[in-house]
């Protein structure tokens, strides 16, 4: 094999990496995404990932790929942005919560209490990457057709889309019946496979390897080297959130 290819899988190292952070005192971690956009192409699969792991409705988006046009005609090209939530080291979104649903936990991922939001919104206002978006309880099999014996639609279909994903640890019971319908919702890091030593799905799925996940706090982590590349830089850094989630250009 020649010298120059990879000789392990960056997943056999993130997924080495987080058990080793698992094994820390968790006050002492803190989570990081890092994304390639050199590496990126826009297949998606991420987002589609996303939206079946944390069985998000229509409407419902914790990771869009937002497509970029660069240079100067003649001479452009596409890039690609994935734009989970942030993580914010300094969240905009937390302060103006009436009702102290929304905060940081001790590894730095901004986390919702669905029990305690009131829907307001207030906190899709106030971040300035339109991370966050409301969930009205939609379903994507609204006017598919149903005919029994032939097609298999809204009705077969809706007991899966009925099922709530196990967000923040918890059971929420049947979609449409309660939260997390009518509170605002994003990214989280994907927290409940994080418990189980799993890493976030938009990680796992991605095809280019492109997306990075670990501890920033582990010198030895692939996060810790990459955020400390030439190449890296967050969203918007004059408005001093300090984000988590790092690109390299």
Not at 160 to 187: I, L
Request: some cysteine.
């Amino acid at each position: 094999m020649s010298g120059s290819l990879p000789t392990e899988d960056p997943l056999i190292r993130m997924y080495r990496e987080l058990k080793r952070a698992l094994a820390k005192d968790q006050s002492q971690v803190k989570w990081a995404m890092v994304i390639d956009q050199a590496k990126c192409i826009g297949c998606h699969a991420c987002a589609v990932a996303c939206a079946s792991e944390n069985r998000l409705g229509p409407g419902v988006i914790y990771r869009p790929v937002i497509e970029q046009e660069t240079g100067t005609y003649p001479n452009v090209g596409r890039r690609f942005l994935p734009r989970p939530c942030m993580q914010c080291e300094n969240p905009p979104c937390v302060s103006v919560c009436p009702v102290t649903a929304t905060w940081k936990n001790a590894q730095g991922v901004t986390v919702i209490d669905y029990n305690r939001c009131i829907g307001c919104r207030y906190c899709l206002a106030a971040c300035p990457y339109g991370a966050r978006c409301s969930d009205f309880g939609g379903f994507y099999t609204t006017r598919t057709a149903e005919e029994p014996g032939l097609v298999q639609g809204r009705y077969a279909a809706r007991a899966y889309e009925k099922q709530n994903a196990p967000e923040y640890g918890q059971p929420w019971g049947e979609r449409g019946k309660g939260s997390p319908v009518g509170n605002a919702r994003k990214c989280h890091f994907c927290l409940h496979r994080l418990e189980v030593g799993q890493l976030p799905s938009c990680v796992t799925s991605c095809v280019g390897r492109a997306t990075y996940f670990g501890d920033r706090t582990d010198p030895a982590a692939l996060v810790s080297g990459l955020i400390g590349s030439a190449r890296a830089y967050t969203l918007k850094p004059e408005l001093g959130t300090r984000p988590a989630v790092f690109y390299l250009g």
